[in-house]
């Protein structure tokens, strides 16, 4: 069985440290990468569209980020026709529910609180893994991007 490949776009290296503690004894292997705001989020997935990096089953993303925020880089891989069969679960301090129907509107798969216990946040990771590792069903490979080349209009 192949590791099951997760992008943490986080730029709270507390956050990421707690994630990969709740994850290292996961039942299913997985391989994190990490970036630290949205426009490296981006880049990464990029790379994956053209293959010069793998693609990850999975990305969690925070909302507040530093260069391009959560909201943008949901925009971005959902308007993707490579990207936008990634699951994103939005994984972010924000309570708001202006934010909770916006980044729903968005299609993100689902949005997580996080929680500011540090026993309580871990559970939130454990609960992820069951469900998305184990309950769900992912695809083995994802098609080729339909268009390698595709860029958002406001690119250049």
């Known amino acids: 069985m192949r590791p099951l490949r997760i992008l943490i776009v986080e730029d709270s290296p507390s956050d990421v440290r707690l ?25 990464l997935l990029r790379q994956s569209e053209t293959g010069r990096s793998a693609r990850p089953d999975m990305v969690l993303l925070d909302l507040n980020l530093p260069r391009k925020n959560g909201k943008e880089v949901l925009a ?21 529910e202006e934010d ?6 968005l299609n993100a798969n689902c949005y997580i609180t996080k929680p500011s216990d540090l ?14 590792f184990l309950t769900a069903t992912l695809p083995d ?8 080349s595709y860029r958002p209009a406001y690119a250049h």
Do not use: C, N
């Open 76 to 96: 971005e891989i959902k308007a993707s026709p490579g990207l936008k069969q990634i699951p994103v679960l939005v994984m972010t301090s924000s309570t708001s």
């Open 19 to 43: 994630i990969r503690e709740a994850l290292k004894d996961a039942k299913v292997p997985v391989q994190i990468t990490v970036a630290r705001d949205g426009v490296d989020a981006i880049e």
């Open 141 to 148: 490979h994802f098609p080729p991007a339909a268009t390698a």
């Open 100 to 105: 909770v129907a916006e980044v729903y509107e």
């Open 119 to 132: 026993q309580e946040y871990v559970h939130v990771v454990r609960a992820i893994e069951d469900f998305w």
